[in-house]
């Protein structure tokens, strides 16, 4: 963080996280209730949050972390879901393998990985790191799941 | 969490639900408008089931509502439509070195969302507070205890469990409404303010949930796109109206008519009432609740939460009316691109068309789509946010 970010930083009121299904994000609990106690605009953060999440499939829930400062303005960043959360909704399982490396929990193509890392791309902390750098690291989680990366599913 | 999800959504899609709701939408607005409420609802096609934010038990087409008698009251701050929500608050102690962590894991076991703050009541040791809210039908002791567990503590911290009212976080949630003077001689004042100016072109607002109070950069785009358009006598179409403020806007500028429709039942019951605070009757002004379009990228493995909206020219049918002069649309790209027939359809030959509700970044898809249909096209920016606006080329034929 730059000193002159540090130095004309407004105080913080509180830090606040949740989890927005993209593109939905609605003035209604548990959004409403988290920034409403702040006094908060709500409607800002959700025409805010929404316009940033177009890009996304609907529904799919991202983390949200707001900064809300004492004078009742905010700031807030969006992550997409874990890699791990993408792994096994492509996989269709509720959880990776008991045994890693012995058990395979399921299988998925090179084709998933790569439209995973597509999207993973789309996060601000991944911007500067290669699409084959993320792919790479998405193959890493996958194997630690239990989960298979083939060339081609037949 | 996600469980919380597909049950909502799930619940969204019952029959009660949908009665339940124009139920309510007809009562509210009894309270609200001194003029007859069926001539402001013509009709509501179907309720935008994921956009009705009903929760709790629906039993025989009501449900559990704790303020619902309060509710239907005029308020002077609180939203016209009930939301019903059984969510609680749960304040978690730990030592300030896990709050980071714990607030992590309790997000993944459950809780809906979670607040630290910066200086924390209960800091004279070195515990502070984690502040997170829970969804009904949370086992919140399991939560609570697999979240610690996850983090490597070895008990369960203490925690408090509290209700929440449902008009605190509204109130708070509107408080961040102020007047606002869009441009000179133009203010957007909320009802329960006196105007600064009193001299002045006032919208007085009532906002409740809905979006549009003249703060937004994409309001006050619109805004001043209506503000040099309108000559005097046009017919205006408001595209996800929210609170009503540009059609209000418009037929202030002087437009003869203006139809607002949105796939929010929020929307249309805080423009109604916004109406009647501008005193505009429902011969100004009519507002249509429509359903909600899906595009057929959403339809995997969640459950079906909208219903399909039925034709491209639903506005047409629905209001009456032929064409429209002026047609401006703040909502939101994906949806401007999915419309993009209707929005086109329902203008007159040559008539104004404004987008609104996105980024600067996402001018260029908006023109990909439109500049088919649109001529004279022009760009306004305000922050990180654009308005597109043009007129409908008169050689078109939409089939």
Known sequence: ?154 | MMKAWHFLKHLNCTPAAASLSLHLLRSSSFSLSRYSPSLFFLSVHTTASDHWPARGQVKNGHANFSTASSSLAVHSMASPVPVPANYVSVLVRCHKDNSDMLAEALLSFGASSVTMNEDDVCSDTDEICVSSIFLEGEDINMSISHAADSIGLKEIPRYEVKIIEEDDWMKGAQESFHPVEVTEGLWVVPKWITPPDIQAMNIILNPGLAFGTGDHPTTKLCLLLLHDCIKGGEHILDYGTGTGILAIAALKFGAAFAVGVDIDSQAIASASENATLNNIGPDKLQLHLIASQTSSSCRDDWPSRVVEGENAFEIDRVTHKDKYDVVIANILLNPLLNLADQIIFSAKPGAIIGLSGILSEQVQNILQKYSLFLEGIDVSKMDDWACVSGRKRKNIDIC
């Open chain 1, 1 to 154: 963080m730059a000193a002159k970010e540090i130095l004309t930083r407004r105080p913080v009121a509180a830090t606040i996280k949740l989890t927005v299904p993209a593109a939905a994000a609605r003035p209604a609990p548990p959004v409403g209730p988290a920034l409403g106690q702040y006094r908060l605009n709500l409607m800002a953060f959700c025409k805010d949050f929404n316009a940033r999440t177009q890009k996304y499939k609907p529904d799919t829930p991202m983390a949200v972390t707001i900064t809300a400062f004492k004078d009742n303005t905010f700031e807030f960043t969006v992550k997409s879901p874990s890699i791990t959360w993408y792994l096994k909704k492509a996989a269709g399982i509720e959880s990776g393998s008991g045994r890693p490396g012995h058990v395979t929990a399921s299988t998925l193509s090179l084709k998933h990985v790569y439209e995973i890392a597509k999207v993973k791309q789309n996060d601000h902390y991944l911007q500067n790191m290669s699409l084959e750098a993320i792919t790479k690291s998405i193959i890493g989680t996958a194997n630690s799941m239990g989960i298979q990366i083939v060339r081609d599913l037949d």
